[in-house]
């Protein structure tokens, strides 16, 4: 079965800083994980993903996550945390019973602090 | 990247009356397409997963009969939530796959907040 945690519910940073959102996943096949970001009463807005190739994925807005298959992690960073930045962000996987749905990690909520 | 459209975004019934939300693809096909439930600070929970021309994949615990699922083209869903109750109160979400198949990221819909009094 595939599952993804995020073990922080809220990570606060100041702007300026880097910002780093944990994400560790378990798959029973191949490791497709994807990030996406929801704004208050908004759907969700794809950031990037990891299929296969370099470890580094960088995605939209700056954002960036490094697949680390040792640690079954697959953290989402950027250099530079903006206010704008603040949002919920979700980490998922692809789900390989049925339709291949993505199954997603509970979320972490991203306060930038100006 | 590809768009998917969800009307209407916000949505305030009586108990009893029934409410329809629809999910469309602008402009790529969609012969799959889920529905999502959110409840506050809460992760998406899958409800149900809608195949063009066939019957919609519930998941457990979901009345089938409560949420009432059509794809009834390639480019569109509907959720009909039947004699809705002050519990079905809750912010629901549609995406579609890309056609990049099961390596290709999923696209949402902007959400429909349902608020049953």
């Known amino acids: 079965a595939q599952s993804v945690a995020q073990p922080e519910d809220q990570v606060n940073v100041a702007e300026g800083n880097p910002l780093t959102v944990k994400c560790t996943y378990s798959?029973?096949?191949?490791?497709?994980l994807f990030w996406y970001v929801q704004y208050p009463n908004r759907g969700l807005q794809f950031l990037l993903k990891?299929?296969?190739?370099?470890?580094l994925v960088k995605g939209s807005y700056g954002f960036e996550a490094e697949f680390n298959k040792s640690q079954t992690s697959f953290h989402l960073k950027k250099p530079s945390a903006l206010v704008s930045d603040s949002a919920l962000y979700f980490c998922a996987v692809r789900d390989w019973g049925g339709a291949n749905n993505l199954f997603f990690g509970t979320g972490t909520r991203l306060t930038v602090i100006p | 990247g590809a768009v998917v459209s969800q009307h209407p975004s916000w949505v305030i019934c009586k108990s009893g009356t029934s409410v329809k939300i629809e999910c469309r693809s602008l402009?790529?096909?969609?012969?799959?397409m889920f529905w999502y439930r959110q409840f506050p600070k809460q992760s998406l929970m899958l409800m149900a997963t809608?195949?063009?021309?066939?019957?919609?994949?519930?998941e457990q615990g979901v009345e089938k009969d409560k949420f009432l699922i059509n794809h009834a083209s390639l480019t569109l869903s509907t959720l009909t939530v039947t004699s809705a109750h002050p519990e079905d109160s809750s912010f629901y979400i549609c995406?579609?796959?890309?056609?990049?198949?099961?390596?290709?990221?999923?696209?949402f819909g902007e959400g429909s907040r349902l608020t049953v009094l």
């Open positions: 809608s195949n063009e021309g066939s019957k919609a994949t519930y």
């Open positions: 402009d790529f096909q969609a012969t799959t």
């Open positions: 798959v029973s096949g191949n490791p497709y």
């Open positions: 995406s579609a796959r890309g056609l990049a198949g099961i390596t290709g990221e999923l696209f």
């Open positions: 990891y299929i296969t190739g370099d470890n």
